[in-house]
């Protein structure tokens, strides 16, 4: 337990670190790196390149801090990056690090203003946030390994096969090497893929939401080629270009908290941007196979016919299914984007509504959906990248 006087002294520096909390992360990772090369071969550089992730954490910390006298208020925040720790295989191991480079980058950037009094405040708070996290992720682990055809961190999987679904988008049907049954996940969780690619000093991990509802033997993602943009996407186009039928790569455990909600038979509206379609089909095809009569909207948007995946599957699934709706609007052919009168129009009222998609499209559609009155706790979204806040003020 915190004293008294370490609460208080970390509740009056949050707004002080809050306010270099970029600056600190920045300088966290950097020093981190230097000392421990290692952590190089589980950190997303291209989120490090763009700052995402020093952002995500400076927010994760600071808001924990705020809440060190009660930090249930922010279990949910924990559990959904602890999910994405246990994809990764963190361990207790590497939460000191991440305490000595921490506390060591807010003694650097503060200077004189660090006293020895808020150092020694922080590095006990460190602690007790740290132990929350290991102590959730350690459920994680034990539950996973526990499953069925379960493991702990990654074990080798092979490409069993390779089909195009679209332009850009091609599915990876993975199984694991030591032929044992796969355990069954929830409709729209993701595993992370670790990859060696030729000519790169370090692993590569990416997460990929599963795209086909729970099988006894196969995985399925579904991968967009990210090279139109500069610099191009390693692991995608290595993906696409490089990894064949009989390749094998490492694959983690199922994780992540977006994922119908399969207790429940209430409507259901799904909405999607792109290849944010990859958790929608798990639980769209979820539906079809376990609550066919359960009342669902798939409404998708992509930039072409050419660029959309899963029609095919799409339409036979809503021919299917007694009470579903499914509509796609093309962007460049003429339908234009999703915008409040046509969610007026095809979400289903009083539905729970899961939105994934690009992050400018996801700030779209949410902040149309709160506009038309519904409530925030009907709107599930994932982040195909470290979560952010989504700028909704305007609303
Ligand atoms: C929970 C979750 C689920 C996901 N599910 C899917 C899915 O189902 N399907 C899917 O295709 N993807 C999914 N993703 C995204 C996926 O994990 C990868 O981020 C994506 O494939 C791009 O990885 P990459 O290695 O190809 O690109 P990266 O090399 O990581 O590049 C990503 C982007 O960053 C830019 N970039 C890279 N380096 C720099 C730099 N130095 N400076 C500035 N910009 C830079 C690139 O131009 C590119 O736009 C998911 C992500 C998460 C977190
Ligand atoms: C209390 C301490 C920690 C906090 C508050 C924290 C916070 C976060 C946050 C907010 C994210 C982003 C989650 C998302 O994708 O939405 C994240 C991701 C991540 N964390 Fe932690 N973390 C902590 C400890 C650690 C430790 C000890 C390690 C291991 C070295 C670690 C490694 C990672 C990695 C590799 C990612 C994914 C990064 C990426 O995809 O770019 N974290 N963490």
Redesign the pocket.
């Known amino acids: 337990m915190l004293s008294q006087e370490t609460i208080d002294i970390i509740k009056s520096t949050v707004p002080v670190l809050e306010q270099h909390g970029k600056t600190i992360t920045t300088v966290f990772y950097k020093n981190m790196f230097e000392a421990h090369p290692e952590l190089l071969n589980v950190f997303?550089h291209?989120n490090q390149?763009?700052g995402r992730q020093q952002t995500a954490l400076a927010n994760a910390v600071y808001a924990a801090a705020a809440n060190i006298d009660n930090l249930g208020a922010i279990i949910p925040a924990v559990v959904q990056i602890a999910h994405k720790h246990k994809s990764l295989g963190i361990t207790p191991e590497q939460y000191p690090i991440v305490g000595y480079h921490l506390l060591g980058a807010i003694k650097e950037v503060l200077g004189d203003a660090a006293t020895p009094e808020i150092i020694g405040a922080w590095g006990e708070a460190y602690q007790v946030i740290a132990d929350a996290f290991i102590g959730i992720e350690k459920e994680m682990y034990d539950k996973a390994e526990q499953m069925d055809g379960g493991w702990r961190t990654f074990k080798e999987f092979t490409i069993a096969d390779k089909v195009v679904e679209s332009d850009v988008i091609t599915s990876f049907y993975l199984k694991p090497i030591d032929g044992q049954p796969l355990p069954t996940y929830k409709p729209g969780q993701?595993i992370t893929i670790r990859v060696t690619i030729p000519g790169e000093t370090y692993t590569?991990n990416?997460?990929?939401?599963l795209?086909q509802a729970t099988t006894d033997d196969t995985f399925r993602?579904?991968?967009?080629r990210?090279d139109e943009?500069?610099?191009?996407?390693?692991?995608?186009?290595f993906l696409h270009r490089g990894m064949n039928v009989g390749d094998t790569l490492e694959v983690s455990a199922p994780a992540?908290d977006f994922h119908l909600d399969t207790d429940s038979d209430a409507p259901v509206t799904f909405i999607s941007g792109g290849?944010g379609i990859?958790p929608m089909m798990s639980m769209y095809e979820y539906i079809a196979k376990n609550t066919p009569e359960r009342q669902v909207a798939f409404l998708h948007s992509a930039r072409t016919r050419k660029h959309q995946a899963f029609n095919d599957k799409l339409t036979e699934l809503n021919a299917s299914l007694p009470a579903s709706k499914y509509a796609v609007l093309y962007s460049e052919e003429g339908d234009g984007f999703i915008n409040r009168d046509f969610l007026a129009s095809n979400v289903i009222e009083g539905s729970d509504i899961y939105v994934c998609g690009p992050m400018a499209f996801m700030q779209a559609v949410i902040k149309e959906l709160y506009a038309l009155g519904i409530p925030e706790e009907k709107v599930h979204y994932?982040?195909?990248?470290p979560a952010v806040q989504l700028e909704l003020a305007h609303v």
């Open positions: 997303n291209a390149s763009q993701y590569l990416r997460q990929y939401s795209s993602i579904s991968v967009k990210e943009c500069n610099p191009n996407g390693k692991v995608s186009v992540g290849v990859t994932e982040f195909f990248g």
